[in-house]
């Protein structure tokens, strides 16, 4: 009798007739099994599968030999990592091969190719990309701005503009040129005819306070006091801004007392370092940036007067397109002739204006314009300066 093969859970076990025959008569007694509905056994070999776990007892296996299957067609090669599941083929039986598909193997550590390394692939170069990061010892400093226009410039790679022209305006308190920087002394505001003062020079003046409206209070008063004091720190003239401790007779200037340390308070009140408290303070002012429409309050009839008694000066006044160099007088027997009901014509009075030429429809030329006295009445003198040609001079007794 041929030999039945059972699979139950992927394990093969080989029956012989006789452990068969036996197992039939347990199955009569018991009847635990139904019949089977095949009448005749068949006269091949066949393979039958099943899932379920066989019920039947196992005694023994005969020990059964190998049986030498018929020379067949060589096989495929495949590689060593992806082989084919092959199915040995018994004697008179369908022979069945089964290809697996390779399954691609993730790569963690090194390049690995999953061909073998005796073939090359046709048409492809691999090149290994390394990257070095090499990091300077010690502590690096980027290069300053000036270092930076001075490569810019030697490489020739830029056009840098004229510059610009530098600013002489004094501050008539601390003594230093131009605006200050936006902590510290700030911007410069016009106190008088070429008179200029720093914001907060003259806002931490002991005599100067602030409006709502922003208008700087007593500066002028401020300034007639500093110049009789001296500086504690630069022992300059020039100093307003005092310890606020009773009988110190400290002061300073607003730039030297940053310097010296000493320490501004909120209320706009400062104490010298020999008075300060130790440590920090929380109503201690550490930042002196002011954003606010701030200006010196001034008087402009006395502003005007002024520059009437000043005399002759080297400044320079100019409204619009006028350019005054003497506003003029006038004595008390001259002021019923020298006005009417819109102006006054002051003897003395100088005045030039850049406006086009009367011979050039494209050139410009300067006419300078004066008020004189000729017989008790004013005249009005136009002077007409233009290069390549003698002045012409122009006279009458009203403006126009």
Same mark, same amino acid.
């Given at each position: 009798?041929?030999?039945?093969?059972?699979?139950?859970?992927?394990?093969?076990?080989?029956?012989?007739?006789?452990?068969?025959?036996?197992?039939?008569?347990? /199955?009569?007694?018991?009847?635990?099994?139904?019949?089977?509905?095949?009448?005749?056994?068949?006269?091949?070999?066949?393979?039958?599968?099943?899932?379920?776990?066989?019920?039947? *007892?196992?005694?023994?296996?005969?020990?059964?030999?190998?049986?030498?299957?018929?020379?067949?067609?060589?096989?495929?090669?495949?590689?060593?990592?992806?082989?084919?599941?092959?199915?040995?083929?018994?004697? *008179?039986?369908? /022979?069945?091969?089964?290809?697996?598909?390779?399954?691609?193997?993730?790569?963690?550590?090194?390049?690995?190719?999953?061909?073998?390394?005796?073939?090359?692939?046709?048409?492809?170069? @691999?090149? /290994? @990309?390394?990257?070095?990061?090499?990091?300077?010892?010690?502590?690096?400093?980027?290069?300053?701005?000036?270092?930076?226009?001075?490569? &810019?410039?030697?490489?020739?790679?830029?056009?840098?503009?004229?510059?610009?022209?530098? *600013?002489?305006?004094?501050?008539?308190?601390?003594?230093?040129?131009?605006?200050?920087?936006?902590?510290?002394?700030?911007?410069?505001?016009?106190?008088?005819?070429?008179?200029?003062?720093?914001?907060?020079?003259?806002? @931490?003046?002991?005599?100067?306070?602030?409006?709502?409206?922003?208008?700087?209070?007593?500066?002028?008063?401020?300034?007639?006091?500093?110049?009789?004091?001296?500086?504690?720190?630069?022992?300059? %003239?020039?100093?307003?801004?005092?310890?606020?401790?009773?009988?110190?007779?400290?002061?300073?200037?607003?730039?030297?007392?940053?310097?010296?340390?000493? %320490?501004?308070?909120?209320?706009?009140?400062?104490?010298?370092?020999?008075?300060?408290?130790?440590?920090?303070?929380?109503?201690?002012?550490?930042?002196?940036?002011?954003?606010?429409?701030?200006?010196?309050?001034?008087?402009?009839?006395?502003?005007?007067?002024?520059?009437?008694?000043?005399?002759?000066?080297?400044?320079?006044?100019?409204?619009?397109?006028?350019?005054?160099?003497?506003?003029?007088? &006038?004595?008390?027997?001259? %002021?019923?002739?020298?006005?009417?009901?819109?102006?006054?014509?002051?003897?003395?009075?100088?005045?030039?204006?850049?406006?086009?030429? %009367?011979?050039?429809?494209?050139?410009?030329?300067?006419?300078?314009?004066?008020?004189?006295?000729?017989?008790?009445?004013?005249?009005?003198?136009? /002077?007409?300066?233009?290069?390549?040609?003698?002045?012409?001079?122009?006279?009458?007794?009203?403006?126009?």
């Amino acid at each position: 009798m041929k030999d039945i093969v059972f699979c139950s859970n992927n394990c093969f076990v080989l029956y012989s007739a006789a452990v068969q025959a036996k197992n039939s008569e347990n /199955k009569e007694s018991v009847q635990s099994l139904p019949q089977s509905p095949m009448k005749e056994r068949p006269t091949k070999a066949f393979h039958q599968y099943s899932n379920n776990i066989s019920t039947l *007892d196992v005694h023994c296996l005969p020990q059964l030999q190998e049986k030498v299957s018929p020379p067949s067609s060589p096989p495929i090669m495949f590689p060593p990592a992806f082989e084919a599941a092959k199915v040995e083929a018994k004697p *008179d039986e369908l /022979k069945v091969t089964v290809k697996l598909k390779p399954r691609l193997k993730a790569i963690h550590s090194s390049l690995e190719d999953c061909r073998p390394p005796s073939k090359k692939w046709k048409g492809m170069k @691999w090149k /290994k @990309w390394s990257i070095q990061i090499v990091i300077p010892k010690g502590s690096f400093k980027p290069p300053c701005e000036e270092e930076i226009d001075e490569f &810019l410039k030697k490489l020739g790679t830029t056009l840098k503009p004229d510059p610009v022209p530098k *600013d002489y305006r004094k501050c008539c308190f601390c003594h230093e040129e131009g605006d200050g920087l936006t902590d510290g002394p700030a911007r410069l505001l016009n106190l008088d005819l070429d008179l200029w003062v720093h914001l907060n020079c003259a806002l @931490w003046s002991t005599e100067v306070y602030e409006t709502q409206a922003g208008a700087l209070i007593n500066v002028e008063l401020a300034l007639r006091r500093g110049l009789q004091m001296k500086c504690m720190f630069c022992h300059k %003239m020039g100093a307003t801004s005092g310890c606020h401790r009773l009988r110190c007779t400290n002061i300073y200037h607003f730039t030297c007392a940053i310097k010296a340390q000493c %320490m501004f308070f909120k209320d706009k009140t400062m104490l010298c370092p020999m008075h300060k408290p130790k440590g920090t303070h929380e109503q201690e002012l550490s930042y002196f940036a002011v954003f606010r429409r701030v200006y010196v309050q001034r008087d402009e009839v006395r502003q005007i007067a002024s520059i009437v008694q000043r005399g002759e000066r080297d400044h320079t006044f100019r409204v619009g397109s006028l350019i005054f160099h003497a506003v003029g007088q &006038l004595l008390p027997q001259q %002021m019923q002739a020298f006005h009417s009901s819109k102006a006054l014509f002051p003897v003395g009075y100088e005045a030039s204006r850049l406006y086009w030429s %009367m011979r050039y429809a494209n050139r410009r030329c300067r006419y300078l314009c004066s008020i004189e006295e000729k017989d008790g009445l004013p005249l009005f003198v136009i /002077k007409v300066v233009e290069q390549g040609h003698e002045d012409l001079v122009l006279t009458d007794t009203t403006p126009k």
